[in-house]
Structure formats: C-alpha cells, structure tokens
C-alpha cells in the first residue's frame, strides 16, 4: 500500500481530512512497551492546529483513541490501532474546487489518477490532517527509543529565508527538550521573532511562506543500516516525502557538500573513551548508507501552502476552459513550524524500524 511504511514495524494511515477521521495501524511493536498517554498527548498538541495566528483557524482536540493493542498501558503485541475523530470540518468551502484544481496540490492529480472520484475536501488522504496520525505512531516509537538511550528532536533551521542557528555537534536530550516546549520550536529567539513576523505579514498579504526544518537522532550505536538502497538515508529519506509539503531531503552538508573539497568535507576520526568518534559531522552520522555513532542529522524543506487567499489561474475541468480560483477557508500561512513533530515522529518511527530489523542488541 501507498500509504504505509516499514518492513519489520509497519505504520499504515488511513482516513481523509473531512471524513469522520483519521488513523494509523501499527503493527509489529514489541509486546509489553509502556505507552505514556500524557507524554504522547503532549507530543500531538505540538503539531495540532487552532493553537495561535501562525497555524489554521480549524479546532481540534487530536486526542488518539486506542481501539486495539494496547492494554493496562503496555503494547500487548497485537496491531495498534488508533482513530483520532474529526470534530471541525468546514466542507463547504470547497465546493468550488471539484472543478477548479488548486494550484500546487494534489487536486488535479487525484482528479487524473481516479477520475473526479477522490474525496479531496480539506485534500481528502492528501491532507496534512494525516500527519496526526503519523505523529501517533512517532510518539510511541520516541518513547520506545528514549528508553533505550536514544533521542530524537528537531528544530524550525528556516523559515522564509530567515536562517535559525544549527544544531551543536552533538546535541543533548535536554535541548530537544526546551525546544519543544517553546510554542515556536527554534534554537534563536531574536531568528523565531523574525521568522514569526514574516509569516504574518505573509497572512496579511493572503500569500504563505516554507522553511526548512532540521532533525537529529542521538545514541545510535553504529553499524546500523545496509549500503546501496537498503541505507539509512533511504529508508528515511522514503517515509519523510511522504509527510505532505516536504519537498527536500538531505543529510549531514546535504548539497552543500558539493561545494567543497574532500579535506573539507571528511570528517577525521579520532579516539575518545575507547570509542572511534569523528572530529566534525558533515556525514550526518552516515557513511556508506550505515551509521557511524555520530548523531544522525537531516534537514528536510517544506514548500509554502500553496491554499492562498489571492487570485491564482487554473482550469474548469467540466468545460476544459481557464478560470479564475480564489481558495476560502482556513488555512496555515506555514505549515513548517507545525511539521516539526512530524519529522521527528517519522525519524523515530524509522528508526525504530530499523533497530527491531538489525537486531542490534537493543530491543
């Protein structure tokens, strides 16, 4: 299936935005893995949307209902299942756009791939109301890794241009922590005011703004991965194009590697308590596909809304004629700073995946 990922723990999403609601199933968790209710409630309310003037009007409560593998609070080895209802659906103000695609989404090629018969009110399955769901399934993993020493967090490293600072060489539990709680999640105050005040005025002019958001994963032994297409940086690379408006994806220097020489990019080795460390990371904790022990570090570009409030051109597709197009309805000026959790949900969820699949000791 299109929307599901994972080889050994398979996460599948289902639901559409204005439908009754969305879900995930997770199947393969280790039987008897505590599940901190109030701890993954508090994860889902960072990507929740009605919290503040940079995020959709829409009102929901994002709170999971448990329907099967979970009992007295512990995993008990059958598929999890999780529905999270739909409470502020305002279909109506899409009426127009059955025949007039919205530019930039997926309106005209749900419309070619079945024909006029997808539900795409709000985007239907193509709706970042998915990543609810997903981030049920990241928080779960998140609690499951930090068990065993390892830690997942991120950061907004841009928005609008407006560059955060990045993340330290080998960044703490303690950070990812003060991080999310902040209501706007970057390491820079003076950059989060900055940025803050461009989506706004991006509001104001019924136009929308991206960003760029940078993830590390800590405590990865080495070892982990497989080269060629089997690698880290595929399997997570795969499962994050699939968080909605994530148009890029790149680890360590990324393409700024391309820039520079070899005895700039190599990161040294070196020796430190008995282990083979590296001096710097420009790697991103990867090489070969394989983890080095370093921390894994990725940043992944999440594209403007394309729902704005001015006039775009497009086409009638009843009357195959150009038209005009004004979207209503509410919509997130940047969807970046929300998508925070959700890459961090899908880092973990992979992760997870692949140390239960290598077996390496930890679970």
Same mark, same amino acid.
């Not at 329907?67 to 659906?89: F, H, M, Y």
């Not at 209501?183 to 991206?210: C, H, N, W, Y």
């Not at 309805?329 to 692949?354: I, N």
């Given at each position: ?6 080889n ?7 639901? $559409? ?31 929740r ?10 009102k #929901? ?8 593998g ?64 997903l ?26 241009g ?31 005011? $900055? ?37 880290? #940086? ?18 360590? #220097? ?40 370093m ?28 038209? #005009?197009?004004?979207i ?7 969807v ?9 949900a ?18």
């Amino acid at each position: 299936m299109s929307s599901e990922f994972g080889n050994l723990l398979r996460v599948s999403v289902f639901g $559409q935005s204005h439908g009754k609601a969305v879900g995930v199933v997770i199947d393969g968790l280790p039987a008897g893995e505590e599940l901190d209710l109030e701890e993954l409630q508090r994860f889902l309310d960072r990507r929740r949307p009605g919290t503040g003037p940079l995020s959709t009007a829409r009102k #929901e409560t994002d709170i999971p209902e448990f329907l099967s593998g979970l009992e007295n609070g512990k995993t008990c080895g059958a598929p999890l299942c999780a529905v999270i209802r739909n409470a502020d659906q305002r279909s109506r103000d899409y009426g127009e756009l059955q025949d007039k695609p919205r530019p930039g989404h997926a309106d005209f090629t749900a419309w070619a791939k079945w024909g006029g018969r997808a539900d795409m009110r709000g985007g239907g399955h193509f709706s970042g109301r998915l990543t609810a769901p997903l981030c049920v399934a990241g928080g779960i993993a998140k609690q499951m890794l930090a068990r065993r020493g390892i830690f997942v967090g991120a950061h907004l490293a841009a928005v609008a241009g407006i560059p955060d600072r990045p993340f330290p060489l080998c960044p703490t539990r303690e950070l990812f922590d003060e991080i999310a709680a902040k209501p706007f999640p970057v390491l820079d105050g003076g950059a989060g005011e $900055q940025m803050r005040t461009a989506i706004l005025t991006a509001k104001d002019e019924l136009d929308s703004v991206g960003g760029v958001i940078e993830c590390a994963a800590t405590g990865l032994p080495p070892g982990l991965g497989e080269p060629m297409f089997g690698g880290v #940086e595929n399997r997570l690379a795969a499962a994050l194009f699939g968080i909605p408006a994530v148009k890029g994806v790149e680890f360590g #220097e990324g393409f700024g590697a391309a820039a520079l020489r070899g005895s700039e990019n190599n990161d040294p080795f070196t020796l430190g308590d008995g282990q083979i460390r590296a001096e710097s990371n420009r790697a991103g904790g990867i090489l070969g596909g394989i983890t080095t022990g370093m921390p894994l570090v990725l940043r992944a570009a999440v594209k403007p809304t394309p729902s704005i409030g001015k006039p775009q051109k497009t086409v009638s597709l009843s009357r195959l004629e150009a038209a #005009e197009l004004t979207i209503h309805g509410r919509h997130d000026p940047c969807v970046a700073h929300r998508a925070v959790p959700v890459v961090e949900a899908v880092t973990a969820a992979v992760l997870l995946d692949m140390l239960l699949e290598g077996n390496h000791g930890t679970f």
